[in-house]
């Protein structure tokens, strides 16, 4: 089955400590998309890439980074995690823009 | 510019009984619609879409929404809810013409037994 995948599904970091999340698709979709979501809140779209276009909403923190090797893949990169970072991050795909988008499991992100 | 307004952060209703999920947009062009649903610690599941064409859409579990432009509404419907539809569910917009997707802030949904 075509999907999204998210490795790791919880990840436990600390304060400071770089860490990376990791996104991955089957569906062959231009689009990539990150969220952050805390609880009980909607997602809030951190950046997305059109291909190989990257697009960084005007409050993301700088802390948080984005790569896109490839179609397939797209990493979160946080350099420098606060408290205030943990949430559950989602990444999603579309065909394209505005149309609807697929989402992976998430990956639940812990700051000690 | 969109937005979505959802009415009720918590609706509760028993197993059995008829579910409504309440959503109003705004929009300046013809939107796009959408409802998620998000179970605990998942990912968004997409349940149905609304992109111009029929008015009624019906989507997966028994869900169906209806586009109402007079109301600016895109109202959530299951005419017997079970215990498993208990989740979060998000309606969202876009204008289809690549821009983002806008999400409300979400409705819980609790079923009784």
């Known amino acids: 089955d075509a999907m999204v995948i998210q490795n790791p599904r919880y990840q436990v970091t600390q304060f400071g400590k770089p860490v990376t999340l990791s996104c991955s698709q089957t569906?062959?979709?231009?689009?990539m998309y990150w969220y952050q979501q805390k609880s009980s809140q909607a997602p809030k779209l951190l950046f997305h890439y059109y291909d190989k276009d990257f697009n960084n909403e005007a409050d993301t923190p700088d802390n948080f980074q984005s790569r896109r090797p490839n179609t397939s893949f797209c990493f979160l990169d946080i350099r420098s995690p606060g408290l205030g970072d943990a949430a559950m991050y989602l990444c999603a795909t579309s065909e394209r823009q505005g149309n609807e988008q697929f989402f992976g499991p998430g990956t639940r992100l812990t700051v000690l | 510019a969109q937005s979505v307004t959802q009415l009720g952060s918590h609706v509760s209703v028993s197993e059995g009984a008829l579910v409504l999920l309440r959503c109003n947009y705004s929009?300046?062009?013809?939107?796009?619609l959408f409802w998620y649903v998000q179970y605990p610690n998942q990912g968004l599941q997409l349940l149905l879409k609304y992109t111009s064409a029929a008015t009624l859409v019906k989507g997966i579990n028994g869900f169906e929404a209806e586009f109402k432009k007079s109301e600016t509404s895109f109202h959530l419907t299951k005419p017997s809810a079970h215990m498993s539809d208990a989740a979060e569910y998000f309606c969202a917009v876009s204008d289809g013409q690549g821009g983002k997707l806008i999400f409300g802030q979400g409705t819980e949904l609790s079923v009784k037994p």
């Open positions: 569906l062959n979709h231009n689009v």
């Open positions: 929009s300046s062009v013809p939107p796009y």
